[in-house]
């Protein structure tokens, strides 16, 4: 059974900086891709970045050039390092994996993690 835990989501300030983490823990022969997602209160869920197994990275227009998503096949981990941050940054950041399994690929989600921007 694959399952996904975020780490990193927390309170800072405008302009700080934050990393969150995305492990993947179960049987996992590889992931194929990986994103990061978020949902502020009221709103639909939206793609913030993704990452896939060449290393082509893709970004919302919100978020180019603060914004880095990174991955270690390794540690079937993948990261989202969030600079210059913003009060409109504020949601659950929730990942999303591609994952290939025994027996399939499909893709997995985490429990979302917390983010917020405020002075």
């Known amino acids: 059974q694959v399952q996904l835990v975020e780490s990193g989501g927390g309170l800072v300030q405008p302009g700080g900086s934050l990393r969150l983490s995305c492990a993947a823990s179960g049987t996992i022969f590889s992931i194929i891709a990986g994103g990061w997602y978020r949902q502020a209160p009221g709103k639909q869920r939206d793609m913030v970045a993704s990452?896939?197994?060449?290393?082509?990275?893709t970004y919302a227009d919100s978020v180019k050039g603060r914004f880095t998503i990174s991955r270690d096949n390794a540690k079937n981990t993948v990261y989202l390092q969030m600079n210059s941050l913003k009060p409109e940054d504020t949601a659950v950041y929730f990942c999303?994996?591609?994952?290939?399994?025994?027996?399939?690929?499909?893709?997995?989600w985490g429990q979302g993690t917390q983010v917020t921007v405020s002075s």
């Open positions: 990452i896939h197994s060449g290393g082509t990275t």
């Open positions: 999303n994996a591609w994952i290939r399994t025994v027996g399939t690929s499909r893709g997995y």
